[in-house]
């Protein structure tokens, strides 16, 4: 396939689905498994993570042509942390609340890999607005993913949604899907459903692509 | 794909050039990082009082306003602000500035990581008379019911002290220094429990030594 020029809307997109942080390129497990107990945290966590990605990335793409390559990782480590710690202090100040719940997840953000990942494979070697695009894509997706996990281990596990009770009193909770064995189940089965339907997806390709060829 | 052409080797950036770009954005972070800290201290500060005075006004019925003491030289001191690692206490005031009791902070490691709480404590009853958790990090739906669960809560509303605490299970509660413990939150009960005591081994001690009101020296006249 010839190589086309980067499609703006595709940078966008490929983050959502087909290049998906969580379900496709299995980043950043860590908070993906340890957040989503309930899906208020996975909420928060998607946003202080679609903050640090966006402007990141965006810092890091115009800066490149004075980033030396020698110095990279550690360069973008600097501006990384430096947008985590300037969020840190703004939930503390502006949500004392899901600030205490998130606890030492946030500082965690400098290492979720998705963001280092973005910053080595497309911010740095590409214009501003594509990496913006590309990191926006890339944090709804992780933004998705979480939220998937984390409504499900809240649903099955508390039997609420965002707090809000929707089995009654009556509901005998499934604990381990909000203890961490939990998290690892439904990651998984996510996993094989995410697999399931893009393989299937495959096969449709393939079958109308074969059908094309006999016809010519 | 074009026929692959002759690249001129880039000249090897200097380690100055280097070192200086680290050094600058090293700079750069320091910068936007104490910025970012300094405009957000008053109201981190703010919360943090905030919540401390909403909690010793929830742990000692009857007390509108407090006093932080902390315990110098062997008698309690008001003071404005505690020193770096000093321990504080507080003081709870009823509306016509009398002494109701005291909110002592205590800790204690749980499940996920230390549980942080303030309780009521008045000295003539040798009773507990509430208690709030101001930090947890435990399991959501099992070890949060410590602060979610409003019957635990409720164990702490009138808590002999004497000897110590004990946490049973639920609904074996038979002496009044006993409290229910959560169902599958054992390590959570306990560890709100053994944040008591431990605040208690400390401060029970000192509070019987310093007599009322009368032996509080201010360390400024400026009310909080």
Known sequence: MLKTKPDAYQEFLKGLWRENPVFVQVLGMCPTLAVTNSAENALVMGAATLFVLVASSGLVSALQRWIPKQVRISTFIIIIATFVTVIDFSLEALVPRLHKELGPFIPLIVVNCIIMGRQEAFAARNPVPLALLDAFGMSIGFFFALLALGSVREILGVGSLFGVNLFGPHFEPWVIMILPPGGFLTLGLLLLFFNWIKERKERLVRRLDAMEAEAR | ?224
């Open chain 2, 1 to 224: 794909m074009d026929a692959p052409q002759p690249i001129a080797k880039a000249a090897e950036p200097s380690s100055v050039r280097l070192v200086a770009t680290l050094a600058f954005a090293g700079f750069l972070s320091g910068l936007i990082i104490v910025s970012t800290f300094e405009t957000t201290l008053p109201s981190i500060t703010a919360h943090r009082d905030l919540r401390l005075e909403q909690s010793v006004v929830k742990v000692l019925p009857g007390a509108v306003s407090l006093r932080r003491m902390v315990h110098r030289d062997g008698h309690l001191t008001v003071v404005e602000r505690e020193q770096k690692g000093e321990e504080i206490i507080l003081g709870g005031y009823a509306a016509d500035g009398r002494l109701v009791g005291y909110a002592i902070p205590g800790a204690a490691p749980g499940f996920a990581d230390t549980i942080a709480l303030l309780y009521g404590y008045v000295p003539e009853r040798r009773k507990v008379v509430g208690m709030q958790i101001l930090e947890s990090r435990e399991t959501p739906g099992l070890g949060d019911k410590i602060y979610k669960d409003a019957a635990f809560v409720a164990n702490f509303a009138s808590l002999s002290v004497d000897p110590e605490i004990v946490a049973v299970k639920k609904g074996k509660k038979t002496a009044p220094n006993q409290i229910d413990a959560i169902t599958g939150a054992t390590i959570s009960s306990k560890a709100v429990v053994k944040a008591i005591n431990t605040a208690n081994a400390l401060w029970l001690p000192r509070l019987e030594a310093a007599p009322r009101s009368g032996t509080e020296t201010s360390e400024t006249n400026a009310k909080r």
